[in-house]
């Protein structure tokens, strides 16, 4: 079993690797290959998503940056302490998470931002070694059915004990808290399937079952 959490050479999936050869081609400038976890890696709050966006995440480097997406996700990551500032558009913009880290299910864009389910089974080592290495205290919160399901298998357990909905919360049997949010996709935000507040309720769950279980990231 693989123990690294990423690895930028990844081309495991003929389809994404293909579709990223294209898209370097149309956008010279994107940054268009797997993109790296972002956060503290000793993290107590894990955050998985679902894929980089493609003039989002697959253009910057950086999940959730660039895209509509991120800019619910970091202004309530500052709104609860995850973050040192609400806005997140650009790599170099100084953002930085405080005890919380991002990794998504599948690291490369993929056709049309849906993943073939062999794709997520193919990416599901590194989201393995990112639990490997989580906080025992920690707390998972999965953006979407997808990462739900990552995240489950990743842990080889079984999704109908574990059902997925927004607002769901999981004690999983080693002690870790899951937590499930619909995905913060303009999608979800613009139909009103995902509002702000149902997004903050989830978050301030996380901050207080963080609180609650005590200490922070690293000791």
Known sequence: MSSTVFDPACRACPRLARHLAAVRR????????????????????????????????NRTGRPFTGDYAGILLYRTLYRYGFANQPDGADPDDGLRLIDCRIANSVKCL?????PLPEEVAHCNRFIRAELARHSPRGVVLALGAIAHGAVL????LKPKEFP?????????????????????SRYNTQTGRLTP??????VRTARARLDARGGRSGK
Do not use: Q, T, W
């Open 197 to 202: 507040a149902m997004f903050a309720r989830v």
């Open 164 to 184: 997925f909905g927004h607002g769901n919360e999981h004690r999983l049997p080693d002690g870790r808290c899951l937590l499930d949010s619909y995905h913060c």
């Open 110 to 114: 993929p056709p049309g931002n849906k």
């Open 153 to 156: 298998k990743a842990l080889g």
């Open 26 to 57: 149309e956008h010279p400038d994107y940054y268009a290959r797997p993109v790296p976890p972002f956060g503290d890696a000793h993290a107590r709050l894990l955050i998985v998503g679902l894929a980089p966006g493609m003039h989002g995440a």
